[in-house]
């Protein structure tokens, strides 16, 4: 996958299917096999590792789904981008920033999420 946008909206529409076996070919055409998620409270590597934060995800978070919040802001093989987990009546439960890192083909090598604001200095 070539370009960074369509990899990050993979990546999301990999978070937000519900099904283990659905999400798989999106966690695949997304990251390489060895990449690692970092969120404060979840952790995964490789394609069963971060399917497995998902399957966390949508047990807490019944129904909810995220979205892009911002474009992709790029340099070099550094990514960052806004987001947002609705829920089902419209309500963000939760917003961050993601930061990540791209493997030479393209794909995701590393994500470390952020929540919320920044604090302030």
């Keep these: 996958m070539s370009d960074i946008t369509e990899t990050v909206d993979t990546y999301l529409s990999a978070w937000n299917e519900p099904d283990a076996a659905k999400r798989a070919p999106l966690i695949e055409k997304a990251w390489v096999a060895d990449g690692v998620l970092q969120d404060p409270p979840l952790d995964g590597t490789g394609y069963d590792g971060i399917s497995a934060a998902a399957d966390a995800l949508h047990t807490h978070y019944a ?42 083909d393209g794909r995701l090598q590393r994500i470390t999420g952020f929540f919320g604001d920044l604090p302030a200095a």
């Design 63 to 104: 129904g909810h789904q995220f979205r892009r919040t911002s474009a992709v802001d790029t340099h070099h093989d550094m990514f960052r981008f806004g987001w947002e987990l609705v829920g089902p009546d419209g309500t963000v439960a939760i917003a961050g920033l993601d930061v990540g890192q791209l493997a030479d």
